[in-house]
């Protein structure tokens, strides 16, 4: 599977961003989709994911605030961001998980939330 992120950019704190996954093949042929974040000296950490039947699941930080959806028919799936915050900045990874425990990224794509 091919994964393309896209909608990273810069915006200042309490604004809103929505990133975007385009995957290569049908998402209903896929086990779980997610995004997760790597920060300057951090380690990637999970943000939002969802499974092929639409359950989601978040990271504690972003509950509330972000929200994973997804589109069967573009194979897409989609993190939108809401009131974010500084420590939001990172490079955001789509993932995608095969039912044969496959683990596929994405490029990532870059978050900068400013003062």
């Known amino acids: 599977v091919q994964l393309q992120a896209s909608g990273g950019g810069l915006v200042q704190a309490g604004g809103s961003l929505r990133l975007s996954c385009v995957a290569s093949r049908s998402i209903n042929s896929i086990n779980v989709m997610g995004w997760y974040r790597q920060a300057p000296g951090k380690q990637r950490e999970l943000v939002a994911t969802i499974t092929s039947r639409g359950g989601t699941n978040y990271a504690d930080s972003v509950k509330g605030r972000f929200t994973i959806s997804k589109d069967n028919a573009k194979n897409t799936v989609y993190l939108q961001m809401n009131s974010l915050k500084l420590e939001d900045t990172a490079v955001y990874y789509c993932?995608?998980?095969?039912?044969?425990?496959?683990?596929?990224w994405g490029q990532g794509t870059q978050v900068t939330v400013s003062s």
């Open positions: 993932n995608a998980l095969s039912y044969s425990l496959n683990n596929y």
